[in-house]
């Protein structure tokens, strides 16, 4: 873990028996009277695009058909395909998890496994909801960066064929990564081709794939389609939407009969049109991409202004929207009081930092500013008991 910050009685939050005097004397801490603040918290905390809106309140205008049978539904599915390649199969539902469920479900059986990296949604942030709903195992491989690889899950690539052994189905993969690292082309077409070799599909959890798009400075069919990826849940709430994401079958064939599938998962929206108008807004003029470049180029000076600081260690490349710092935890806590942010890995003390389409630089120098003051107080503590 980070060092530990001891105190004196200046420093009264810094003290070893802190913890034990909130218990015996409760006592609220107000900074500057300043409440919270949730910026780096997570791209789910920003708000809705103003284009986004005002697309939804356009389709919020006289009388449709329910159930995806309108002409926004059409249009969205239309840019779909424009987007990913002539033969996808979208299906608009409410949650990233949902996406997520169902990709797998549309082609897993109960007997089948899934192999993804241990940080993936899949395995730490879905609730268990991929073996309730499908029934399926999921099997996980350690990765220095969120990513796997074809050496990686080797491992668990054996029993093919033998009636005790859960059977290999799916290779899950995350782009951008939970580590905030983004797949190449030439990685996503190398792990394509190791699973249909073996029978496989290949998934892509495409919570922030927009970030990876920017990232790579290439649109969604160059490292979606055009590299193997079979099944891709497109997401669209952590970049400006206010909910709404899609299952995309990206080969043929695989969506049969999925639209039953989506009614009885309980993801076939009545009012479809008001997910489907966030799309058309979103893919309109690349709103999209602007969303995405400005939450990339906030995390990059987020991490270029921590890295200028004594005492925290950024620990993975920022590639995309998420800066991973390691934080001695008391300054951590402290800073945590008036902006927000999740612990990571609380045994080395990482924490997640993330940036969203409305992140400003003002908001960076603000956060980085406090940072560096509650660094400052703990460094001159340590340097007063020395």
């Known amino acids: 873990m980070a060092p530990a910050c001891p105190s004196v009685v200046p420093a009264l939050r810094y003290c070893y028996f802190y913890p034990l005097l909130q218990i015996i004397t409760p006592m609220k801490e107000v900074i500057n009277d300043t409440p919270c603040r949730y910026l780096f918290a997570s791209d789910n905390s920003s708000g809705v695009h103003p284009a986004i809106l005002k ?59 899934v192999i993804t990296a241990s940080t993936a949604h899949l395995e730490q942030d879905e609730c268990g909801a991929p073996e309730k709903f499908t029934g399926c195992k999921v099997l996980v491989v350690d990765t220095p960066d969120g990513k796997v690889t074809a050496e990686l899950i080797e491992r668990h690539m054996h029993g093919f064929g033998f009636e005790h052994h859960s059977q290999p189905r799916v290779i899950s993969v995350t782009q951008s990564t939970e580590m905030g690292t983004v797949y190449t082309p030439e990685e996503l077409a190398k792990l394509a081709d190791y699973a249909h070799s073996h029978d496989m599909y290949l998934h892509m959890d495409g919570a922030r794939l927009a970030n990876a798009a920017v990232s790579l400075n290439l649109p969604f069919k160059a490292f979606t389609t055009d590299c193997g990826v079979d099944i891709l849940s497109f997401g669209g709430t952590k970049n400006g939407m206010m909910y709404g994401e899609a299952v995309c079958f990206l080969r043929k064939g695989l969506s049969a009969d999925f639209k039953y599938l989506r009614k009885q998962a309980m993801q076939l929206a009545s009012k479809m049109r008001f997910i489907s108008a966030q799309f ?18 906030m995390a990059g000076l987020l991490a270029d ?22 934080i001695p935890d008391e300054v951590a806590e402290s800073v945590r009081r008036e902006w927000f942010f999740y612990p990571w890995n609380e045994r080395l003390s990482e924490y997640r930092l993330m940036t969203g389409w409305d992140t400003t630089e003002k908001d960076i120098e603000e956060f980085v500013s406090a940072l560096r003051r509650e660094l400052q107080i703990c460094q001159g503590i340590r340097n007063r008991l020395q």
């Not at 979103?282 to 180029?297: G, K, M």
């Not at 202004?305 to 390691?326: A, Y």
């Open 305 to 326: 202004r921590i890295s200028r600081l004594e005492g925290v260690r950024i620990t993975q490349k920022v590639q995309s929207n998420g800066v991973f710092v390691i």
């Open 55 to 113: 697309e939804i309140e356009m389709a919020n205008r006289g009388h449709v058909r329910g159930y995806g049978d309108d002409e926004y539904t059409r249009e969205a599915l239309s840019l779909f395909r424009k987007q990913l390649g002539a033969g996808t199969e979208a299906f608009p539902v409410f949650t990233g998890t949902a996406a997520n469920v169902l990709c797998l479900a549309g082609v897993m059986r109960s007997w089948n496994s």
């Open 280 to 297: 058309i807004a979103y893919f309109r003029d690349d709103l999209w991409r602007d969303c995405a470049s400005q939450a990339n180029r």
